[in-house]
């Protein structure tokens, strides 16, 4: 069967072996790629088949996919925080065979059955969507309050998606006209003052800036942007203001709900999402100008999902 990988000569759709082990084979019908995955084409060479957005069929049987993969004994799995298990960090297509692929090893516990109204082709947007809805229930948020993003990509604009779900006015400050289009058709704003809960999803230094900016006295901040090293945070805004920072890694389960469920519920709930989102779709085979597009601003991409 066919998987991408990233190898010294760049992206390539290799001749991999079939999936086996305990679990359950998914047959990919979407696979979606990740700023994440570009992040380590930049920082990394990973030998291993890529993709941890994905959804596809066990039998005729339609699934998105939570790739979180966790020992389910711990305390903090037991607490519902699976994504914080300390004896079993590992993700499918971040440090396993992933889902741009032919089919993928997934465990039973990670299919998300699929609701009316989400289809197949789309579902790879779950895992997205399931991270930005944690980050926004992360905050907290109480009726009346404003919500506030900085970072155009993905995430950002699911975490506005989400906020818009739960009821709340939500702004984004987007870099990119492609971004801002899409903000629009997601019902977002233009940052207008300050704001109560003001989510971070950039993960970069000028991003915590403004975030410090925007945020008013006695604020949050919920650091949804995935940094690597040491970022700094706005240390006299955070004083003065006191604020509160946040921090926001992947989904878990509360009260007995899993938030890949919900995410997929939101994206039922609200059509509009996945063709505001999704701007590109490639064959597997086209796997390496799919990375190119994905990672190129000037080419209006947002989501990229490649199909097998």
């Not at 006299?236 to 203001?241: D, R």
């Amino acid at each position: 069967m066919r998987g991408v990988r990233w190898t010294d000569d760049g992206i390539e759709v290799a001749e991999v072996p079939e999936p086996s082990g305990e679990g359950l084979v998914l047959r990919v019908a979407a696979a979606s790629i990740c700023g994440t995955d570009l992040h380590f084409l930049r920082h990394a060479v990973p030998r291993h088949v890529l993709g941890h957005e994905f959804a596809g069929w066990v039998g005729d049987v339609p699934y998105a996919v939570e790739p979180t993969v966790f020992c389910g004994l711990c305390d903090q799995c037991r607490s519902g925080s699976t994504q914080r298990c300390p004896n079993n960090r590992i993700n499918i297509g971040i440090n396993r065979d992933g889902g741009l692929a032919d089919r993928v090893l997934v465990p039973d516990y990670g299919l998300v059955p699929l609701p009316d109204g989400l289809s197949v082709d789309d579902a790879s947007l779950v895992e997205p969507t399931s991270v930005a809805w944690h980050g926004v229930r992360r905050a907290g948020l109480a009726p009346g309050e404003r919500v506030a993003v900085v970072g155009g990509g993905t995430i950002g604009l699911l975490a506005v998606a989400a906020a818009r779900h739960l009821g709340h006015d939500a702004a984004i400050e987007a870099r990119h006209p492609h971004q801002r289009v899409a903000a629009e058709q997601l019902d977002a704003t233009t940052p207008d003052g300050e704001y109560d809960v003001v989510i971070d999803a950039a993960g970069t230094e000028s991003a915590l800036a403004c975030c410090g900016e925007l945020v008013r006295p006695g604020g949050r901040v919920v650091l949804l942007g995935v940094s690597t090293g040491t970022v700094p945070v706005p240390a006299t805004a955070t004083l003065v203001k006191e604020i509160t920072w946040i921090g926001s890694l992947g989904r878990c389960r509360h009260h007995g709900i899993r938030e890949s469920d919900e995410a997929a519920a939101l994206l039922a709930a609200h059509p509009e999402i996945a063709p505001a989102l999704i701007t590109h779709r490639f064959p597997l085979d086209d796997a390496a100008e799919a990375f190119r597009v994905a990672g190129d601003k000037s080419s209006g991409a947002l989501k990229v999902v490649l199909v097998p």
